[in-house]
Every structure is written in C-alpha cells, then in structure tokens.
C-alpha cells in the first residue's frame, strides 16, 4: 500500500470513529400485521445508543411485553403501550426486549406481529456516555462527515486546545 493510500484509511477511520461517537445508528420497522419479524433481529445488529423506530397507524399498537406475555401474546401486563405511530425505542443497555401489537385481542400478534430485539454492547472502545441533563440525542439528521476532511481539522482544534493550555499555563507560572 501506498503512504498516501495508508494516509487516507487512516482518516476515513477517525471520521468513521467520530460518526459513530456522535449518534448511534437508527433502524427502521416497518410494523404490519402481515409483516415477519422473527429474524429481525439476527439481520439487524442493534447495539446500546442505536434507536428503533416502528412506523405504523391505527389499530396497531408497540407494547413492550415480558418474555412470557411476549411468548403467549398476552397483554394484560404489558410494560408500555404506544399507540400512534411512530414509536421510537432507544436501547440504553445491552439485551433482548419484547415488542408486540395488540390489535385485534392479540391476533396480529399471534400472526406475527411481534419482535424480539437483541441489543448487544457498545463496540469497545468506541463508548459514549449517554447524553446527561435534559438536552435530547442528536436525531441522526446531521449531514454526515465529507472525505477526509474532519480529521485534519479535529486535529487542529486539539493543537489549538492544548496551545493554549500551554499558554495559560505558562502565564500562570510567570
Ligand atoms: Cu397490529
């Protein structure tokens, strides 16, 4: 490989790293009674900090359900219920939650109208701690980085930071 080429990954990486840093990932279920969801989550590896959005209109329903009421499409106990589409679930920590439409007395559910979705670890290394305070998570509409133009400049800020760290401190000291 070339040092130009080798150069150039190395940027696409960082701009990779920073994206990722920056929102998690979105995915998008289109919620029908006639929709097959069993191996939704196999296809989809949803991790902590990504977001679910289910996109439906009446009479379905996102009910979060436990294990069991999610296995018998029982909804006398559901843990939430959402009834006006979209539904946005964000995952906050790693693994399997139950979603199912309780429309119909549970029969788009028994039909298949219901996910199980695993949530795995943030990618080592790559964690960020979730937003704190009252200000919302950045909603995955900010345009994504162009080329390999971020990293000189994040890099710039940093030398910019750390100047006048230097000169702060420095003053300090004299
Ligand atoms: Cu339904």
Same mark, same amino acid.
């Given at each position: 490989?070339?040092?130009?080429?080798?150069?150039?990954?190395i940027?696409?990486v960082a701009?990779?790293s920073?994206?990722e840093?920056?929102a998690?990932?979105n995915?998008?279920?289109?919620?029908?009674a006639?929709?097959?969801?069993?191996?939704?989550?196999?296809?989809n590896p949803?991790?902590v900090?990504d977001?679910?959005v289910?996109?439906?209109?009446?009479?379905h329903?996102? %009910?979060?359900?436990?294990?069991? %009421?999610y296995?018998?499409?029982?909804?006398a106990?559901?843990?939430?219920?959402?009834?006006?589409?979209?539904?946005?679930?964000?995952?906050?920590?790693?693994?399997?939650?139950?979603?199912?439409?309780?429309?119909?007395?549970g029969?788009h559910?028994?039909?298949?109208?219901?996910v199980a979705?695993?949530?795995?670890?943030?990618?080592?290394?790559?964690?960020?701690?979730?937003?704190?305070?009252?200000?919302?998570?950045?909603k995955?509409?900010?345009?994504a980085?162009?080329?390999?133009a971020?990293a000189?400049?994040?890099?710039?800020?940093?030398?910019?930071?750390?100047?006048?760290?230097?000169?702060a401190a420095?003053?300090?000291a004299?």
């Open positions: 490989m070339s040092p130009s080429l080798v150069k150039a990954l940027a696409l701009v990779a920073v994206a840093l920056a998690g990932k995915y998008t279920i289109e919620w029908t006639s929709g097959d969801y069993s191996d939704w989550s196999s296809k949803v991790r900090g977001t679910v289910f996109t439906y209109g009446s009479p329903t996102v %009910d979060e359900l436990s294990k069991p %009421d296995e018998a499409c029982s909804f106990n559901s843990l939430s219920s959402e009834q006006s589409g979209p539904t946005a679930v964000t995952f906050d920590k790693a693994g399997t939650r139950y979603f199912a439409c309780a429309a119909a007395a029969s559910c028994s039909q298949g109208q219901k979705i695993t949530v795995a670890d943030a990618t080592a290394g790559a964690q960020s701690p979730p937003p704190k305070g009252d200000s919302p998570p950045p995955g509409n900010s345009p980085p162009k080329g390999n971020a000189p400049v994040a890099g710039l800020s940093v030398k910019v930071v750390l100047g006048l760290g230097v000169g420095f003053l300090a004299f």
